[in-house]
DNA sequence: TATTGTTATACTCTATAACTATA
DNA sequence: TATAGTTATAGAGTATAACAATA
């Protein structure tokens, strides 16, 4: 039953699917204000700009694997992001169903950018954590995102 | 650049919002199983029922208030749950827009049943976690989640 | 036959505005 | 005027099947 009035919202903080879930909306949607306001950005679209940014000229199936993004999500982030002149497309000589994922000029700079505010604001995320407590916890998330196992495809 | 065999879908884990975002997904799909394929419920269908078989009969902006739910996804909730016969509505003497919500035999089973699966997930979850760091980790996504200064109308 | 990537479709979740009926 | 709750709508996220082109 209802008791004092300390007593708004806290009820299903002890269950972690819920707590987790309000954590990751509230942390996503503050840095989503970065890459959507500014650049038009979904989601997926920062993401696989991450990658190409990050790790040079990818195709397809590499960032699948790589991000853990299905390929259908990636087919349309590469379709929104080759509109707004972030990247283009190179054939891939080899094999021509692939396609090499180059970042412009253009998707460089926006990748410097926003890579850089993602860096700042995961830093503000982490500053009341120790080193070493930062580290379980990190493995923690790692277990139960299933990242420490699965692969996908 | 790509290194070593064991560079797969590690590389943005050290971003909080990308690892806490893959942690809930992953922890809610697994529960959501339970509501979803055993009762046909919703997120929201499972938040609702929750409160009321936790804290008794509460008029529509109690759940809004204590669960951090929009008002709109409440009432739809609320409608689904009642099509189950898992809730009634009552009318309130002294204000004709309030209905209370009450869980009827079958909606009370369903609570027992689900938050009893729920909670065992939960220990299950926290296996690992010692006290201290399990307290330690709690506060945090609390902070993270604005669950300790925000309120919702 | 299998793989790469695309398209189509449906469902869930979130967010907001506009509305009703009551107060 | 304000509040309780409903309805409508759009955007975003997720999931899956089916497909074309190529291997």
Excluded at 22 to 43: I, P
Excluded at 130 to 146: D, I, N, Q, Y
């Amino acid at each position: 039953m209802p008791s004092g009035p300390e007593d708004t919202g806290m009820e299903m903080a002890d269950f972690l699917p819920y707590l987790l879930n309000q954590a990751a909306e509230q942390v996503s949607l503050e840095f989503q204000r970065t890459y959507k306001d500014k650049y038009g950005m979904l989601r997926t679209d920062w993401r696989v700009l991450f990658h190409l940014g990050r790790y040079g000229d990818l195709i397809a199936t590499d960032i699948v694997q790589r991000a853990r993004i299905h390929k259908t999500k990636v087919s349309r982030a590469v379709v929104r992001l080759e509109a707004m002149r972030f990247l283009v497309r190179d054939e891939v000589s080899t094999d021509r169903r692939q396609e090499i994922l180059r970042l412009t000029p253009a998707g460089e700079r926006a990748y410097a950018d926003l890579s850089r505010i993602a860096d700042d604001y995961n830093q503000k995320l982490w500053r009341n954590i120790t080193p070493s407590e930062r580290k379980r916890f990190t493995a923690f998330l790692v277990s139960l995102a299933g990242m420490d196992q699965r692969r996908r495809g």
